[in-house]
């Protein structure tokens, strides 16, 4: 009796892993969904990267003292490169 009732409660766990792991899967799909699909920026800087990528597009260094503080970027300049050459 006791071998049949850990065989149903192995099975239940189980079960009950694989819901858990198949709910996280679509609430983690569902979140990236609407982080890919937002109609605003949702970044405090995602607007400026355009500015930065245009300043290293006129050939001009946006880490120089003539950009600072306007064309500062805390980020590597490798973003905007691909973004550059994928435009």
Known sequence: MTENYSAKLGITLNSIYLAC???FAVGITYNHIQL??????????EGG????????????????????????????????ICLLYTS
């Open 36 to 45: 890919i699909s937002h109609d605003y920026p949702l970044d405090y800087n």
């Open 21 to 23: 792991i198949i709910l």
């Open 49 to 80: 990267m355009l500015v930065i990528t245009s300043t290293l597009e006129q050939g001009e260094s946006p880490y120089s003292l003539q950009s600072q503080p306007t064309r500062i970027s805390l980020y590597p300049i490798l973003y905007n």
